[in-house]
């Protein structure tokens, strides 16, 4: 009885679980467009590279391949499978950046001038260009109503084929540590941030860019939660503290604001639900990233790793449901377009090199500060090129949110002058 009720209660949802909320009053889009649907297409195309691959690998390992593999494809085989363990005396590992004996403060502030604009240049025009495309129309005149792109999954493909390259090159470039993890298991890292990244997106169908962005900063929380459960950490109260204080200022902030044009009940729910599972995804990808780390890689050597597999699980899953040529010939009708996904892409790969960066030379606080500030502008330019309202209980609500997140910075540092170890929160590959 309770199963047959459970169906009632998904089949009555389904309706809710649509495509944007343009015209919550016209007729329902056909249920291939619902993004639920959509959702289990890509998971499905996922799955078909996934477990045949998860296959293979318990396949060579129950073989002990390692051992008795030969011939060509052995390589290839112990890369992927079972990596390169390095041995004590062969470990090269890399010098720290070296800083000139004396550096002048006006040349640090320079750099660190330069890494806030580099930061603060890339993800506020990455933030714009996201509402951009998943929000407005193209090619609209004074009689035809143009059309909008509907398809998250290909724009986290040129995403992702992008920071691939620039990973690639700066690994051939600049010397890296000798790669010792197993290839396969960036796949877990990847298939979480690919769908953290869909979810991203198809939330702006959904809800406000402002709310986005809010949603993201609240996601220490479920960080913190996915640490206990993924690795066994613990935290001081302070961090109980200050994550309360953001769950308090976003629900300010949500129950505060009026309802944005073309919103209904049912698509606030659907954004709601798409950002819990962007802030599940990435928190598990931050999570999974930190384990990764204890094979003494560098942050380009995991973006490489990552991205290689995102660009073939969403190659794949286009490829399978024959959207790869259709969001080709959208970028061919619609030049504009084309524009807006290629500067995506540049910003945000050129934004994981300033992250890079920005840590190498001031460390993790600034950079932390930084990104906080930006989340701030993001909001404000948001509201002022798209028209967004923000109440003064909802404004409230934002200070108190980061207010906390800067609290956040200020305990960390202190805790790391008195010589304290500092559990990492987030991880800083892939942000985007």
């Known amino acids: 009885m309770d199963a047959r009720w459970w169906a009632v209660v998904l089949l009555a949802a389904l309706p809710s679980l649509g495509a944007g909320g343009e015209n919550p009053e016209g007729p329902l889009e056909s249920w291939t467009h619902l993004w639920f649907f959509r959702f ?18 318990q396949y060579f390992r129950r073989k002990n391949y390692l051992e008795t593999g030969r ?22 590992p890399l010098a720290p950046r070296a800083e000139p004996a004396e550096t002048s403060p006006t040349w640090q502030a320079l750099k660190l001038l330069f890494c806030a604009a580099g930061l603060q240049v890339s993800y506020l025009t990455w933030g714009v260009l996201q509402e951009r495309v998943m929000t ?29 390259m620039v990973a690639g090159f700066y690994c051939i470039l600049c010397k890296q540590p000798r790669h010792g993890a197993p290839m396969y298991r960036y796949s877990f890292a990847s298939l979480s941030n690919v769908l953290s990244s869909w979810c991203q997106y198809e939330a702006l169908k959904f809800v406000s860019f402002p709310t986005q962005v809010l949603a993201k900063a609240s996601k220490v929380i479920p960080v913190m939660l996915m640490g206990k459960l993924v690795s066994r950490r613990s935290y001081e ?25 073309h919103s209904s009940p049912a698509t606030t729910l659907s954004g709601l639900i798409l950002l819990a599972g962007y802030i599940a995804f990435d928190s598990f990808t931050s999570n999974w990233q930190d384990a990764l780390f204890a094979y003494k890689m560098s ?17 794949g899953s286009l490829l399978e449901q024959g959207a790869l040529l ?10 504009e377009f084309a524009a807006h996904t290629l500067l995506l ?45 923000v109440t003064v209980v909802g404004g409230l609500g934002v200070a108190v949110v980061f207010a906390a997140l800067l609290l956040r910075v200020y305990a960390r540092g202190r805790l790391k002058q008195r010589g304290k170890k500092v559990v990492p929160v987030e991880s800083s590959v892939q942000k985007v």
């Open 299 to 315: 942050s380009v050597q995991m973006m490489f790793g990552v991205n290689f597999f995102s660009c073939l699980f969403t190659v």
């Open 345 to 389: 892409s540049i910003c945000s790969a050129c934004g994981q090199l300033f992250i890079f960066y920005t840590i190498g030379q001031f460390g993790a606080a600034v950079f932390t500060i930084i990104m906080t500030l930006r989340q701030a502008f993001a909001i404000l330019l948001s509201c002022l090129l798209y028209g967004h309202t």
């Open 71 to 92: 011939g060509l494809c052995f390589p290839l085989v112990k890369t992927c499978v079972f990596g390169n363990e390095p041995k004590a005396p062969d470990e090269v």
């Open 326 to 335: 259709e969001g080709i010939r959208f970028m061919g009708r619609h030049s």
């Open 40 to 57: 289990l297409v890509n998971a499905a195309g996922y799955a078909s590279f996934m477990v045949p691959g998860y296959l293979l690998v």
């Open 136 to 164: 407005r129309s193209y090619g609209a005149t004074a009689t035809l109503p143009g059309e909008r792109f509907s398809d998250s999954q290909f724009l986290v493909l040129m995403n992702r084929v992008l920071a691939l």
């Open 237 to 261: 109260h302070w961090e109980y503290l200050t994550a309360g204080l953001i769950s308090i200022g976003v629900s300010m902030f949500l129950l505060s604001s009026g309802p944005e044009p």
